[in-house]
């Protein structure tokens, strides 16, 4: 009894994990039981049908092994969505078009309403009371209905708990109700079918963010997996642990988390080698779940959207967020960037998000200044958009449009991740990078040039008035951008009317990529201050814990160094700099060097594939830390 009891009841200290033994025992038993369900050479629809209802009941028993009770969220929201998308379509039949926007704006007020309860209830209380010196306290309104249906005080009502996953399966519910309304999809007739979409365990509590209109039509397709297929499958999950536990968790442990909880414990170089190696880290950790869960997938015939394209290669911001978390950007460009516009205009959203965001920022800052600025500037735009409308669209203004656009969704973006003003900062300044770069590349070389100048000497200027070291960061960066820039305008001068021959073309190419390759990760990895700083925080202390982190590591970077340091830390944390340097030349390692070993690896003879799985096993579990460590985007 006791066996049983630790089989099938819910321990929050023992969630299951794709890096437990535990986990694979599980899918095991799993896969045996799905492989006599598939049998046979014809595949009927009850088949498929006995299929898709034994995988829905697995996902809702991983889910409770994984969130307990939160399973019966999961099921309310599977449940709501499935009747209200069913409504739109019958509403759309009769032609009632305004009740069908009722029912969808019903669907999305119930699954943000629920996203927002949980997720960021702490956070609107802190920002209430801060605004208006009052002093509310949270409030579980579940845990007091379960007390209600148990014994008394079993549950906390003084504590909102994030149940696992649920911005993950709220967004998919969204697509699909969305995509009913919108008739690219026809709504599932079968609620089980539907509760199996909604919860397919493999990509539940972390994505990638399956849309319904990509994984609803495989359920009705016959099973299938190929030689090659099969080896695909077991190459990206041994990819993905070996990127987890190898690198991600190696990494945090012997490092990351130490200079993450005391910036001031540690030197600049070391918070700043830290803020690299966390950048690798949390792609690794991000990367290894989606590649073990979509070979998880593939073994059992379904089929997940690719979610990372090597985004450190990035040459520019709008080209990491289209490698990095596909899934995700190509839900908020589909349900947010477009309906507010995109590149073809700017309506109420766009005036509404960029007023919220003054008024906020400015509550925050003290600076009221910034609403007026704001305020003046979408003021012009608007008299300028309402006399633009009648003429054709421009280029120039579809830049706009996209700017304004796009850097709302950046900041919601970070809203999305969690409840605290740095991932909204982390969100607004990958916003304004991008704003930024665009307006670089609409510049000739002579403005490009000019414009850089005047940033570097006035940032060298602040920080030789006022001595801060983040004036000191700046400077020092935009004076490494200076020195880039000014190398390329002297080669742009020199050849702009001389004809350039293919190999010194060849080579320019090839140094001017490197640079703006690691210009990107460089910008990329300093936004990840502010989004390592709000992880894995207490949601009741985050705003306050997570922006005294940020600064003591801007103040220890942008402070004095002690070179001294270097050689010793560089010793000492040898093996550390070794994995961090090992993990950046595979990244950077060609897509087409990729694709054959990983082709090579699925034509492997079966006997030699097994050897070599065992082998990775053994190599990739000597690397396993005292205590499992979670998948950082579990907490989202």
């Known amino acids: 009894m006791v066996f049983l009891h630790h ?17 694979w025992a599980f899918f095991a038993l799993v896969y045996a039981l799905f492989a006599l369900i598939m049998s046979g050479r014809k595949v009927s629809d009850g088949k498929l049908h006995l299929r898709n209802v034994y995988l829905l009941f697995v996902s809702w028993f991983f889910y409770y092994k994984t969130s307990g009770l939160f399973l019966l969220i999961l099921a309310f929201v599977t449940l709501s969505d499935w009747i209200i998308a069913g409504r739109i379509k019958s509403a759309i ?36 009371n801060d605004f208006f010196g009052t002093s509310f306290q949270v409030f579980d309104i579940f845990a007091y209905v379960g007390n209600g249906f148990s014994e008394a005080g079993r549950f906390s009502v003084d504590t909102i708990v994030l149940p696992v996953g649920i911005s993950f399966y709220i967004f998919q519910v969204i697509s699909y109700t969305a995509d009913v309304y919108r ?44 030689r090659r297929a099969f080896g695909i499958a077991v190459f990206w999950i041994i990819n993905g642990l070996a990127k987890k536990i190898i690198m991600s968790d190696y990494l945090a442990v012997n490092l990351i988390d130490r200079v993450f909880d005391n910036p001031l414990l540690f030197s600049g170089f070391e918070n700043l080698f830290a803020l690299f190696a966390y950048s690798l880290q949390v792609y690794a950790d991000f990367s290894g779940y989606t590649d073990i869960a979509i070979g998880i997938a593939l073994l059992m015939g379904f089929y997940l959207p690719m979610n990372f394209n090597s985004p450190y290669k990035s040459q520019n911001p709008q080209e990491f967020w289209r490698r990095w978390h596909m899934s995700l950007g190509r ?64 280029n120039q203004r579809k830049l706009l449009y996209s700017n304004l656009n796009s850097f709302i969704t950046q900041v919601l973006g970070g809203l999305w991740h969690g409840a605290s003003w740095n991932f909204i900062i982390w969100g607004g300044i990958n916003g304004f990078g991008m704003i930024v770069n665009k307006i670089w590349r609409e510049m ?46 002297v080669y742009w001068l020199i050849t702009m009317d001389r004809e350039v021959t293919g190999y010194n073309l060849k080579i320019t190419n090839g140094l001017s990529t490197a640079w703006a390759i690691i210009q990107t990760f460089t910008f990329i990895t300093f936004t990840r201050l502010f989004f390592r700083s709000s992880s894995n925080l207490d949601p009741a202390t985050a705003n306050e814990v997570a922006w005294a982190t940020a600064k003591n590591m801007v103040n220890q970077i942008g402070g004095a160094w002690t070179n001294a340091i270097i050689p010793g830390f560089l010793w000492e944390y040898r093996w550390v700099v070794a994995m961090f340097v090992a993990g950046m030349i595979i990244h950077w390692l060609p897509t087409n060097w990729k694709r054959r070993y ?39």
């Not at 089989?7 to 986990?23: H, M, R, V």
């Not at 002579?446 to 008035?465: E, K, M, P, Q, W």
Request: aromatic share 22%; charged share 10%; glycine share 4%.
């Open 183 to 226: 008739r690219r999809i026809e709504p599932v007739k079968n609620i089980l079918d539907f509760g199996f979409y909604v919860s397919f365990f493999p990509q539940l509590v972390a994505g990638p963010i399956v849309r319904a209109e990509e994984f609803i039509p495989q359920l009705y397709k016959p099973f299938r997996l190929s």
């Open 444 to 489: 000739n070389w002579h403005v490009r040039f000019a414009a850089i100048t005047v940033l570097t000497f006035g940032l060298v200027a602040l920080d030789y008035s006022y001595s801060l070291p983040v004036w000191r960061l700046f400077a020092v960066w935009s004076a490494i951008v200076w020195f880039g820039t000014a190398i390329r305008y």
């Open 93 to 128: 039949t009769n032609q009632k078009s305004p009740l069908a926007k009722a029912l969808l704006a019903l669907s999305v007020t119930i699954d943000l309403g629920l996203l927002a309860y949980f997720k960021y209830a702490y956070f609107f209380t802190n920002v209430i």
């Open 598 to 636: 990983r082709l090579w690896f699925s034509a492997m003879p079966l006997w030699l594939m097994v050897i070599v799985v065992c082998v990775a096993i053994v190599v990739i579990y000597q690397f396993v830390s005292a205590e499992m460590q979670p998948f950082i985007y579990f907490q989202f």
């Open 331 to 394: 839900w908020l460009k589909t349900y947010l960037y477009i309906p507010l516009g995109g590149n073809r205009k700017i309506g109420f959203g766009t005036y509404f998000w960029l007023s919220l965001i003054a008024v906020v920022s400015a509550a925050l800052t003290g600076w009221w200044l910034i609403v007026l600025i704001i305020g003046c500037f979408l003021l012009v735009i608007g008299i300028l958009d309402y006399h633009w409308r009648k003429s054709p669209i421009t």
């Open 7 to 23: 089989i099938f009841a819910f321990d929050e200290n023992s969630p299951l994990l794709f890096t437990q033994f535990y986990f």
